[in-house]
């Protein structure tokens, strides 16, 4: 077993009542390592991150967390655990302030008063914006500063693996940016990141892997440099057949 392999997915299938969503989802992302599931509207990225993260009940497949197999741990465990889901669309308490949308990330592990000081500093040494504006409700902060609060939130709890639904969403270009600024800060500090992304030329040149799911199944893989050569990523979006590219 390979302790360096932060999130070991295999088999994975998942979809709501009967009708599956995602099919065959095999996936690994490794220590400091930084990838990207792209696809379409539709392709079941979302899905894919509910069902890692246990959000939503699994078919098959297992899930091993930096070596140890997390496979029937709830959600709240899983989160325990070190998985860390941010999930689509700025999800903050718009009326409380920065700091207590901040502190509210460690709410689930039941923390100590100093860790609760602790882990706000690391936050604002990561990303002094944020102090700044500690005592102003989050939602007066740009879409781009309030998804850079919701990813300071979830590294609050240290996770093993921080995974990002769609963080460009409805920003303008130029937050798009600054979205990716924060994640370069983050990838920096060593945190294993995957990324679900729509914006595909910039996510690849963040990541160090890549994966294009295309209605529920991985149909490419590979390093930027293989995917852009190949091509599928752009087919992938215009909704043609591709056929599976295996670089095992
Ligand atoms: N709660 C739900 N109940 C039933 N079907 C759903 C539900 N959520 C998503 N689906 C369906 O599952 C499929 C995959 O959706 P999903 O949201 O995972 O895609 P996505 O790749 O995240 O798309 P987007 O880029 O629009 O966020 C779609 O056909 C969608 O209609
Ligand atoms: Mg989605």
Do not use: W
């Not at 998942?14 to 690994?28: E, F, M, T």
């Not at 990303?127 to 005592?135: D, E, I, S, T, V």
């Amino acid at each position: 077993m390979n302790a360096d392999i932060m999130l070991d997915v295999e088999g994975l299938a998942a979809g709501y009542g009967r009708v599956p969503v995602i099919q065959d989802i095999s996936l690994k992302l490794r220590r400091g390592e930084a990838i990207a599931i792209l696809g379409a509207n539709g392709a079941g990225k979302s899905t894919m991150l509910r069902a890692i993260s246990a959000l939503l009940s699994r078919a098959a497949g297992t899930v091993r967390l930096a070596g140890d197999d997390v496979t029937g741990l709830s959600a709240e465990r899983l989160v325990a655990a070190g998985l860390s889901h941010v999930a689509e669309g700025r999800r903050l308490f718009r009326k409380l302030s920065v700091e207590q949308n901040l502190e509210l990330g460690l709410y689930a592990l039941n923390p100590p008063a100093e860790m609760i000081a602790e882990r706000r500093e690391e936050a604002y040494e990561l990303f002094p914006m944020l102090r700044q504006k500690a005592q102003q409700p989050a939602g007066s902060l740009s879409g781009g500063q309030q998804q850079m609060l919701c990813i300071a939130q979830a590294l609050t709890r240290h996770p093993k693996v921080i995974m990002l639904d769609e963080p460009s969403l409805g920003l303008a270009p130029i937050l798009v940016e600054e979205v990716f600024r924060t994640l370069e800060k983050v990838r920096r500090a060593g945190q294993a990141i995957l990324l679900v992304e729509q914006v595909v030329e910039r996510t690849l040149a963040f990541v160090d892997f890549a994966y294009v799911l295309q209605n529920g199944r991985i149909v490419s893989k590979g390093t930027p440099a293989e995917l852009a050569s190949a091509d599928v990523v752009r087919r992938a979006y215009l909704g043609e057949a591709v056929a599976v590219v295996d670089h095992a």
